[in-house]
């Protein structure tokens, strides 16, 4: 099984390429900085430094992918970025800086990608519980909650666009984990799970998830934040 994750220098996406990686799975992991997992000297994993922003980054994984696998069978969007601010003091910049992150770069790297996404591919992009309707709304994440609502939205309109090609597309609404981001918007908030374990639920998610879900919004969330 080939594996993409992007954001895997720390938390959840770097607990993620491990656990793919240990159950034999091909895994490409994706991040500006690729010291934490090359230090892992994992011989299934491959590690590419690239800045999802610059088009000419996602270029170095689709010629890697033409070359080595021809097929992807999960991707999982995990990168995000956070800036924590009032609404007041946000700058376009900073909302521009987050959309890019997390909503700009997904939709670009899945349009790269989509002639290796074959039947039975699974995307599974990862939102917040910040982003959905109606949830608990907190100061200081206008830039980041509403990118985090333009990707479940996103997330619904590939699942209609590509259920004919039988390519899935799921959301995962994360509630509290305890990783460095939810450090920068909760300072000294202590979650009840940690980035192990959810990066568990979301490989089970990722191999099992598509057969009984597309386009949906999965709430994983047992506290709030």
């Known amino acids: 099984m080939n594996v993409i994750i992007t954001g895997t220098s720390r938390g959840i996406g770097f607990e993620l390429a491990q656990l793919f990686a240990n159950n034999n799975c091909n895994v490409l992991a994706l991040s500006r900085n690729s010291e934490p997992i090359n230090s892992l000297q994992n011989k299934n994993i491959k590690a590419i430094s690239v800045d999802l922003g610059n088009s000419e980054d996602l270029n170095k994984i689709t010629t890697f992918i033409s070359k080595n696998w021809k ?11 956070l800036i924590n601010k009032p609404f007041e003091e946000l700058t376009s910049t900073d909302f521009l800086e987050v959309y890019q992150v997390n909503v700009f770069s997904v939709a670009e790297l899945t349009q790269q990608l989509l002639p290796y996404l074959k039947k039975g591919s699974h995307v599974v992009n990862i939102s917040s519980m910040g982003g959905v309707q109606g949830s608990l709304k907190f100061p200081g994440l206008a830039a980041y909650s509403s990118a985090k609502g333009a990707i479940i939205t996103l997330t619904e309109l590939l699942a209609e666009e590509y259920k004919e090609q039988e390519v899935s597309f799921n959301v995962l609404a994360l509630g509290a984990v305890q990783t460095e981001m939810l450090e920068e918007a909760f300072p000294g908030y202590k979650a009840p799970v940690s980035a192990k374990e959810m990066a568990a ?9 598509n057969k009984f879900h597309n386009g949906k919004i999965i709430e994983v969330s047992s506290t709030t934040p």
């Open 201 to 209: 639920y979301i490989y089970n998610f990722s191999i099992t998830g």
């Open 71 to 81: 097929q992807v069978d999960i991707l999982i969007n995990n990168a995000g970025k």
